[in-house]
């Protein structure tokens, strides 16, 4: 036994040969104590010193077998707690300063590059009169079919709808051609009709242009005048304003530039990840504000080098919807593109992992207040994240991880 240890020993049966084998030689045997006994009581009239010396000589005796019995039984208990003493406990684990659950779910690495957000189809529109202007639309105005588009000398120019510029003046007489039949397809959408719409201008054309004139308040003369209608392929949005009222304009002048309604967005991904940029792919977009809204890659360019001679491939990304992104004009975001590492795992995040005996990972268990360390198998790593196995690793689990 040690110090501070308690004294409880376990008892065994010691026979009379084993005490006498662990009794010390030099100490009387039990039966010199009855015949110790007996000298005394024959000789109870000695004087007093004699007396003396036989009781203290059988108090020792007493004494000396008492503590033999005490030694001998001590060894066979020794003997005993030897062979079925149990190992000492581990220590009991501290709790951690926090902890995470284990989460089943996809591990995916994500790759992210700048880019930014416009809308579609920017063009610019060209002035063809000459005169002064006189109204201009404000930024994300929306100009439909046959509204008014800007003003020269206080008429009007209207927007049209169609595949080709409007590049001559309509007139009685003049050759056939595809922009006549774009101007009499106008002209029937809009209300005026009583014409076939083909190619040729004919008398119909020119009454039906006449009515629409009139009720535009410009010269009802049956003819346009080049620079008077704008053909685009449908509605416009208005980016920006080149001029402002009251500036002089000329013919080839650009006015207003314009664009469609749906958002893209651009951006430049390294070649090495271009696996990843392929036509309907599945991408995110990062607004300023850290929202994030999805999107689809609709084309992929050809790979080029940057200023700083870095391989990138140039992708568009088209959002699923345009709401989410509302009436913004420009804006730089982050395109991001993901990497699926593992499907449906458990994972915990990597500062949960700690270094097992032997080598590999361990993980803090943490249930009802008590810390448990066990030895995990670890697969896949993605965005601070592991794949683990092992006993006891199951979703919602909890484990330790460090207040960062």
Do not use: C
């Amino acid at each position: 036994m040690t110090e501070g240890e308690p004294d409880t020993v376990l008892l065994r049966k010691v026979s009379v040969d084993e005490a006498k084998a662990a009794r010390p030689q030099d100490e009387p045997e039990a039966e010199n104590l009855a015949e110790s006994q007996a000298e005394s009581q024959d000789e109870s009239q000695a004087e007093p010193r004699r007396r003396k010396r036989t009781s203290g000589r059988r108090r020792a005796v007493l004494v000396a077998v008492a503590a033999g019995l005490v030694i001998a039984t001590a060894l066979a208990t020794a003997l005993v707690l030897d062979d079925t003493a149990p190992d000492r406990p581990a220590a009991r684990e501290k709790l951690p300063p926090g902890t995470e659950p284990v989460v089943r779910g996809d591990l995916v690495t994500e790759v992210m590059a700048t880019g930014s957000v416009r809308f579609t189809g920017a063009r610019v529109v060209k002035n063809h009169l000459t005169g002064i202007v006189t109204w201009v639309p404000s930024a994300n105005t929306v100009v439909e079919q046959g509204k008014r588009l800007y003003s020269v000398d206080d008429k009007p120019v209207f927007l049209l709808r169609g595949e080709l510029p409007a590049w001559r003046e309509f007139k009685p007489d003049m050759p056939d051609g595809e922009d006549v039949r774009m101007l009499e397809q106008n002209l029937a959408e809009l209300g005026y009709t009583d014409f076939t719409v083909d190619e040729e201008y004919t008398e119909k054309t020119e009454a039906a242009v006449k009515r629409w004139q009139k009720n535009n308040e410009l010269p009802a003369n049956g003819r346009i005048e080049l620079g008077r209608v704008v053909f685009a392929p449908g509605s416009v949005r208005i980016a920006t304003a080149e001029v402002r009222s009251g500036d002089p304009v000329a013919p080839a002048q650009d006015v207003l530039e314009v664009t469609g309604f749906q958002h893209r967005v651009s951006a430049e991904i390294p070649s090495k990840e271009q696996d990843l940029a392929v036509k309907g792919a599945k991408a995110e977009i990062e607004l300023p504000d850290g929202k994030r809204i999805e999107g689809t890659v609709t084309s992929v360019g050809a790979e080029k080098m940057t200023q700083d001679n870095t391989k990138v491939v140039p992708i568009t990304v088209r959002p699923e919807s345009a709401r989410q992104l509302g009436s913004v004009q420009s804006a730089d975001v982050v395109v991001v593109l993901q990497r699926l590492e593992a499907e449906d795992v458990l994972f915990v995040p990597v500062t949960a992992l700690l270094p097992a005996e032997g080598g590999g990972y361990a993980v803090q268990l943490v249930k009802n207040g008590r810390v448990t360390v066990v030895k995990v198998k670890t697969g896949a790593f993605a965005e601070g994240r592991a794949e683990v196995s092992g006993p006891g690793i199951d979703e919602d689990a909890r484990v330790g991880v460090p207040k960062l």
